[in-house]
């Protein structure tokens, strides 16, 4: 699932096809909407909200959208040839003289009135790459449940918007705890720095145009392998970059979405799942 860093950059690369110009072209493709034309109208602004995006449009209007796991929005010059998909999977197009934004496999799309915004994005937490960041909200709302799993409580849109499975299992490694660790249990100190981290983690990441989240920062010039981009995630039975231990893989949550989460035995102390 695109995390809040990969939102944000979405949100700027479509603000900056669409808006201050008329749409010349607008096919929402799913069947509630499939009838709204929005030619003519001018696109106002593109903004993230966490992991939502928020496209507002001319008339009071907001087209509302989630990637989840296998959405994505997709920017195209005039005449250019688009790649994001076979047509099929093709769920929103928005165009204007000069570009054309293309949606796939999006699973959330829907108009409402710019006014009701909050119906979709008001249960968010504090942005971590919004204008409301507020870190003492953050840290705040993450220990109102001390008996509740690092991992879970990070990946609550509720407590602060933006951390996905990537950054959850990351933080943990650079806590030294496991994702399961009760938050309640942490040591002093610890939750603001990890609130502060994944602040500085996301707006580190936001503007890197090949969208290769990187938590490990850059490589010395003068070493002769490329050490490796993030900590844990993804490393399942390769070493640990602190210690050598083999990074083990599991599940988090109650199965009912794909939480992967990755975490090295030795370095990470507490429960495990």
């Known amino acids: 699932m695109p995390e809040g860093d ?3 950059l979405t949100a700027k690369r479509l603000h900056t096809a669409l808006a201050g110009r008329p749409l010349t072209r607008s096919d929402l493709r799913v069947p ?16 993230p909200r966490g992991k939502h995006l928020l496209t507002r449009i001319e008339g009071g209007l907001t087209l509302h959208s989630h990637l989840r796991m296998e959405g994505t929005w997709q920017v195209y010059g005039a005449g250019e040839r688009w790649r994001g998909g076979p047509a099929h999977q093709i769920r929103a197009i928005l165009g204007n003289a000069s570009h054309t934004a293309v949606g796939y496999r999006l699973p959330v799309l829907e108009l409402l009135r710019t006014t009701d915004e909050d119906q979709v994005v008001g ?23 001390p008996a509740r799993p690092l991992g879970e409580a990070l990946l609550d849109q509720r407590n602060l918007a933006g951390i996905g499975n990537v950054y959850k299992s990351e933080l943990a490694f650079l806590a030294r705890v496991t994702p399961w660790l009760p938050i309640g249990e942490l040591p002093p100190g610890i939750p603001e720095r990890l609130v502060a981290t994944a602040r500085r983690l996301l707006d580190a990441n936001k503007d890197r145009p090949d969208l290769r989240t990187t938590t490990t920062g850059p490589a010395p010039a003068a070493a002769r392998h490329p050490a490796p981009r993030l900590y844990v995630y993804g490393r399942e039975g390769r070493p640990c970059p ?5 990074i083990r893989k599991a599940d988090q949550g109650d199965g009912s979405r794909e939480r992967p989460t990755f975490w090295c035995p ?8």
């Open 6 to 8: 990969t939102v944000w």
């Open 32 to 47: 509630r909407l499939a009838t709204t034309d929005l030619t003519g109208r001018s696109v106002l602004d593109v903004t």
């Open 123 to 145: 249960h968010l937490g504090p942005d971590l790459l919004g204008p409301d960041w507020d870190p003492a909200t953050a840290v705040a709302n993450l220990l109102a449940d």
């Open 242 to 246: 602190r210690c050598g231990t083999l």
């Open 266 to 273: 030795r370095c990470q102390s507490g429960p495990i799942s």
